[in-house]
């Protein structure tokens, strides 16, 4: 489990980058990285008044294996564990101590054309939506997005 090495994209660095760190580059797409995806966000200030762009990051890369995991596989030592891979590749560790399993995204999973809030309910499928200013992750409960 690690948050190394990752697909390279446009913009992307070779290793994941930490999240609020300033970038100078541009992401068109999510960087993913071994259970986590980062992108270069506008929309922060280095309190002397100038805008800079900053890394934005989801995932739990600390708890998620480097290869996507095999859905219905145990768990234990992920629990919690939200891991994207991939534009469509994502996966949470769901469950109790009991009896917890990896749930990944269907392949096809919709995406409506309207993008949804941070927080938002998502209806219980797990997926990963692209939008133009942001990429935002159901984890099977609620929204969480990262960009504009």
Known sequence: ?????????????????????????STPDSCFYAGEACSCLPGGNSGGGAQFKHWGCYGTPDLCPDA???????????????????????????GNNNDPHWVCQAPGAFCSAQKPQSGDNCGGTLRTCTYADVACFCNGTKWSCEGA
């Open 1 to 25: 489990m690690s948050g190394g090495a990752g697909a390279a994209g446009t913009g992307c660095t070779p290793m994941a980058p930490k999240a609020d760190q300033v970038c100078t580059v």
């Open 68 to 94: 996507k995991p095999s859905a219905g596989l145990s768990c234990k030592q992920s629990i919690g564990a939200e891991c994207p891979y991939s534009a469509s590749e994502y996966c949470v560790c769901m």
